[in-house]
Structure formats: structure tokens, C-alpha cells
């Protein structure tokens, strides 16, 4: 029996567990923010919170980043949230270690069906996508978040109980040097798909197991592949199941092969057998070495509030997808740049407890659309009749001669940025706003998320205005969370060069002034006036950050 190399297994760091100052004292102390869980979604809340000079508390029960003997769990990251990456002052770091691509291939059988690039649409300053393993993306947001120095990081802290309050939540917490209580005015749950505090607080999650399985290969090759992202439907090297392979960091191929649904999963993970499938893909003389090898399957679901009063759910414990299209990871993340700024407002007095209640009426519908995209891929990729295994036939056979039908082969919609619905918040409903590259009058280089990292405000970019203007919607506005912006003219307030890629993108008339486009500090598109006066700006303010219509 060949033996197979595995590659040395990653060291991770390890951060020191600090008892903290509760554990000794006889009064129960007040937080104002207490996140649960240091995975994607929890790290990157209390380092949105962190920028924004926002102290949190943040609990984990362990003292490191990733799985335990896991190299890739989350690997795909999209642009979105690249981009509140970048605001967070991390992307770099992730640019230089990910792989960057937006190509990919898709196959049936040994040929070809169809491509696309995703670079084609994008005007932003970050790529379509990058590819790392996610504890490195956890790991970059631990040391941001120490460089900040205003959360309250602890580790080895476990919750073990936790009690609403009518104006808070009480927490009890156990640790290697004894247990504490302490209370928090919002207590947020990011402890993943198996929440304890979500089961403990008997919220229903509606979940939906998954027969599909899968085992993924985590290797290094001698000889590089292409770095592109290669998708087969039907591998023949797979008896007729679905592959993916993408390179990711450290010159680690990820190599997912979809099993049959009454696979033994320890059968499947032994390297001999892990072996004999890449070989019956790349050929008995392949040279490579393993890193991981580990079976999955999956379970969907979502539930039906992401509020329950002081306790907000994000990223796995609020929802589950399946994992075609990198809409799992991704969604968690921008589940914390929706709502870090507005606890940051809320904290801050500058803003009402009704603007929490929007995190709940924007993130769970963007939840629910990823769970139905992803369910018609996993519906595609393992059809469940006969009906349907006809069906997907037909499209492939049709996609390899006629264009119309290659948009039909489903083996994942890659995750794109939600647009948010009509709210009392989004009149108009909400859509992202792209890191677009900018300009000061002067020549100065920016962009859009330099500008939304200064501070927790809104931005408010109005295509020449008068000086008469600015002057009135400044006084308009004073008092509000709001940086006012000119694009072109003469107003005597701060200037971006007047560009056609921006007013296109922000839906403007570039050839009238006075449009206006309020751009929120999650970088959403929150109101468009065609021309804007002080007044209807000082009123789009109010309602985007539900605060009361102006008395004056």
C-alpha cells in the first residue's frame, strides 16, 4: 500500500488567556457590547466596531484562529467583502497572501461548456475575488484588532448561560481561572451554525439537512495547475459527480469531489483513497503531498428574526446555506458591516434602538436570497428525480452548442453583494456602492471606502451644488452623522473630481448638477434625489438613520 506525504501541519498562533477584572469582584459589570464567538463574522463586528473607536467585549473558547486540524473551512472571498476588508485596514494583507482571480471554467464530462470573468463588470479598487484560507482572514483580524486596542479580546471564555433582560442581557461565563457574570446592552451571537446560545433561548432555526456529500483534498503539487477556478458537473474521473479545484494560498490546491450520499466518511477521507481519486484526475505520475483531508455534508437554515430584543444573530448562527458560490462566509461578514455601524450610532447616542431593528429587515431577506440561489445549484449539481436528472442533461447537452443555455448550468451563482428592499429606512430600497477609485479637485487620490473609514457617518456626494447650497444643507445638517461632498463645481465644500464612472455607477445625470446620492457607512446606497435642496437632504438623513423628523 503506497504511503502518502503529508505537508507539516500549520502552526497557528495562540494568544495568552488574561483573567479578566470581573472574575474577583462582587458587582455585576455593564458592557455595552458583547460579541460571542471569534470566527469571520464576530471578528470582523469588533474590528468594524474597533475603527469606529467603539469598545466591545469579545468572548471565544478558544485561544487561536480556524479548526483545529482543518487547513480550509471558508476560502472564497468576495468583492464586497474585500472591500469592508479594506475599509478595516486589512485588504493588503489578504492581497498579498490570497490568490486573486476572477476566470473560471465549467465542464461537462472532458469538455467545456462555458466561462465567464467576472472582472468584466467591476469598477471597484478590489478584485472579484481572492482566495485564503480562512483562518488566515481570522488570524488578520486579530492582530488588527490588538493594533486598535479598544476591544476587550478574551480567550478560553466560554458562555454557559445567557438571560434576557428588559434593557439587557446577563451572561455567565466559565474560564480556566474560575467563572463571572457579567451584563451587556446588546449581546450578539456569532457562535456559528450550532449556537449554544441560540439553542438556549430556544430560537428555531428551521434547519433542512443535506443528503449531498462531499470529501475535500487539500494538496500541493509539483507541477502548478492553472489558477483558475474549474468546475466540472458530471467528472468523469468522479463516476459522474460534480468537482471543484481552486488554488489558494501557499501553493494549496482545494479540491472538492462530491461522493455518493451513502459514502462512509471516514472511507472517503483515507489518504489512499483521496490518492486514487486524484490520480484518476491528473494522471498515475501526479507528484504532490497532502495538507487536510476531511468529508463534509451540510445543513441549511435560517431564522425567522435576526433581533430578539438585546441579543442579534449574525453570520452561521443566524443563517446556514450551502456552500456553492462562496454565499456562506461572505454573507456573515457583511452580516457585520451592516450592523457594526449601527450599534456604533446607537452607542454613541446619535442614533435610536429603531435603527437595530433594521439589521434584521435588510440582512434576513439578503439571507433567504442566498438560500434559495444555493439550493437550485445543490438541486442542479444532485438532482433529486429522474425529472430532474433529465432536465440537467438537456441543459448541459444544450449549453455546449447554444449560448442561451450556458447561463442555465448552475454549479454555484457566486456570492454578489444583496440588494437591500424597500424599507421605512430604503424608501427605495438599497444597493452597494463599489470601492470606486477617486480624486480630490486637487488631484489627490481616494476612494470610497478611505472616505467611509474616517469616522461612523454617512456620506453625502452632491454633483455641483451652489456655495448658497452647501452653506444652507451644512446648517441643514449640523448636528447630524453626515460628510458632506461636492462633485465638481465650486461650493466651497470638500471636492471630488467630477467623473462619469461614478455618476454612471451611482445612477446620476453627469450632465445635471444637483443630483444627490447618500451613500450609508456600509458603503449601501440609501437615498437618490434627482435635485437635491437642504431640506430633502436633512430629511434622507433622518430616515436612513431612523431618527425623528426635524422640529424646525
Given at each position: 500500500m503506497e504511503n502518502f506525504a503529508f505537508a507539516p501541519a500549520y502552526e497557528?498562533?495562540?494568544?495568552?488567556?488574561?483573567?479578566?477584572?470581573?472574575?474577583?469582584?462582587?458587582?455585576?459589570?455593564?458592557?455595552?457590547?458583547?460579541?460571542?464567538?471569534?470566527?469571520?463574522?464576530?471578528?470582523?463586528?469588533?474590528?468594524?466596531?474597533?475603527?469606529?473607536?467603539?469598545?466591545?467585549?469579545?468572548?471565544?473558547?478558544?485561544?487561536?484562529?480556524?479548526?483545529?486540524?482543518?487547513?480550509?473551512?471558508?476560502?472564497?472571498?468576495?468583492?464586497k467583502s474585500l472591500e469592508i476588508f479594506e475599509r478595516l485596514g486589512i485588504y493588503e494583507r489578504i492581497a498579498a497572501k490570497g490568490v486573486t482571480w476572477s476566470f473560471g471554467r465549467t465542464f461537462s464530462g472532458d469538455q467545456e461548456v462555458?466561462?465567464?470573468?467576472?472582472?468584466?463588470?467591476?469598477?471597484?479598487?478590489?478584485?472579484?475575488?481572492?482566495?485564503?484560507?480562512?483562518?488566515?482572514?481570522?488570524?488578520?483580524?486579530?492582530?488588527?484588532?490588538?493594533?486598535?486596542?479598544?476591544?476587550?479580546?478574551?480567550?478560553?471564555?466560554?458562555?454557559?448561560?445567557?438571560?434576557?433582560?428588559?434593557?439587557?442581557?446577563?451572561?455567565?461565563?466559565?474560564?480556566?481561572?474560575?467563572?463571572?457574570t457579567i451584563e451587556a446592552d446588546h449581546l450578539i451571537d456569532a457562535t456559528g451554525a450550532n449556537s449554544p446560545i441560540r439553542t438556549q433561548l430556544g430560537v428555531a432555526s428551521h434547519a433542512s439537512r443535506s443528503t449531498d456529500r462531499w470529501c475535500i483534498s487539500d494538496v500541493r503539487f509539483e507541477k502548478p495547475l492553472p489558477t483558475e477556478r474549474w468546475t466540472w458537473v458530471d467528472a468523469p474521473f468522479n463516476e459522474g459527480r460534480g468537482v471543484w479545484q481552486h488554488l489558494m494560498a501557499d501553493g494549496v490546491w482545494r479540491i472538492d469531489y462530491q461522493m455518493p450520499e451513502d459514502c462512509d466518511p471516514a472511507e472517503i477521507s483515507r489518504p489512499e483513497v483521496a490518492g486514487a481519486r486524484l490520480r484518476e484526475q491528473l494522471g498515475p505520475d501526479v507528484a504532490f503531498e497532502f495538507v487536510w483531508i476531511g468529508p463534509y455534508g451540510y445543513r441549511d437554515h435560517l431564522l425567522e428574526r435576526f433581533r430578539h430584543g438585546r441579543v442579534c444573530f449574525i453570520g452561521d448562527a443566524a443563517h446556514v446555506v450551502s456552500p456553492f458560490g462562496a454565499r456562506g462566509g461572505n454573507t456573515g461578514i457583511q452580516d457585520a458591516a451592516n450592523l457594526g455601524w449601527k450599534l456604533a450610532l446607537v452607542a454613541q447616542g446619535q442614533a435610536g434602538d429603531a435603527l437595530l431593528d433594521s439589521y434584521d429587515a435588510e440582512r434576513r431577506p439578503a439571507a433567504q436570497q442566498n438560500l434559495t440561489v444555493t439550493s437550485r445549484s445543490a438541486r442542479f449539481l444532485a438532482p433529486r428525480s429522474p425529472a430532474e436528472h433529465t432536465l440537467r442533461r438537456a441543459v448541459v447537452a444544450l449549453a455546449k452548442r447554444h449560448t442561451f443555455a450556458r447561463a442555465l448550468v448552475n454549479t454555484g451563482r457566486m456570492s454578489v453583494a444583496n440588494d437591500y428592499p424597500a424599507t421605512p429606512l430604503l424608501p427605495e430600497g438599497g444597493r452597494t456602492v463599489q470601492n470606486l477609485p477617486l480624486r480630490w479637485a486637487d488631484g489627490r487620490e481616494t476612494t470610497l471606502m478611505q472616505l467611509l473609514a474616517e469616522g461612523t457617518q454617512c456620506l453625502g456626494l452632491w454633483?455641483?451644488?451652489?456655495?448658497?447650497?452647501?452653506?444652507?444643507?451644512?446648517?441643514?445638517?449640523?448636528?447630524?452623522?453626515?460628510?458632506?461632498?461636492?462633485?465638481?463645481?465650486?461650493?466651497?465644500?470638500?471636492?471630488?473630481?467630477?467623473?462619469?464612472?461614478?455618476?454612471?455607477?451611482?445612477?446620476?445625470?453627469?450632465?445635471?448638477?444637483?443630483?444627490?446620492?447618500?451613500?450609508?457607512?456600509?458603503?449601501?446606497?440609501?437615498?437618490?434625489?434627482?435635485?437635491?435642496?437642504?431640506?430633502?437632504?436633512?430629511?434622507?438623513?433622518?430616515?436612513?438613520?431612523?431618527?425623528?423628523?426635524?422640529?424646525?
Open positions: 497557528l498562533p495562540v494568544w495568552p488567556f488574561t483573567p479578566p477584572p470581573e472574575l474577583n469582584g462582587t458587582t455585576v459589570v455593564r458592557h455595552p457590547i458583547v460579541i460571542v464567538g471569534a470566527g469571520p463574522s464576530g471578528l470582523t463586528l469588533a474590528c468594524d466596531l474597533a475603527q469606529r473607536g467603539v469598545r466591545a467585549v469579545l468572548l471565544d473558547e478558544d485561544d487561536t484562529v480556524g479548526v483545529r486540524g482543518a487547513s480550509s473551512r471558508g476560502i472564497c472571498y468576495a468583492q462555458y466561462n465567464f470573468n467576472l472582472q468584466a463588470t467591476s469598477v471597484s479598487k478590489q478584485p472579484p475575488f481572492v482566495n485564503l484560507q480562512q483562518f488566515y482572514i481570522e488570524w488578520f483580524l486579530v492582530d488588527r484588532i490588538l493594533e486598535l486596542g479598544v476591544t476587550d479580546l478574551r480567550w478560553k471564555s466560554r458562555v454557559t448561560r445567557v438571560e434576557p433582560l428588559a434593557d439587557g442581557v446577563r451572561i455567565d461565563i466559565e474560564t480556566p481561572a474560575g467563572s463571572y454633483f455641483a451644488p451652489t456655495r448658497a447650497q452647501a452653506q444652507a444643507a451644512s446648517d441643514a445638517t449640523a448636528g447630524l452623522p453626515l460628510r458632506l461632498l461636492a462633485v465638481g463645481g465650486d461650493s466651497g465644500l470638500p471636492t471630488l473630481q467630477a467623473d462619469e464612472t461614478l455618476a454612471r455607477h451611482l445612477d446620476v445625470d453627469p450632465s445635471a448638477a444637483g443630483g444627490f446620492v447618500l451613500v450609508r457607512p456600509d458603503a449601501y446606497r440609501a437615498a437618490l434625489l434627482a435635485q437635491a435642496t437642504p431640506d430633502t437632504i436633512a430629511a434622507a438623513v433622518r430616515t436612513a438613520l431612523a431618527l425623528p423628523a426635524s422640529s424646525s
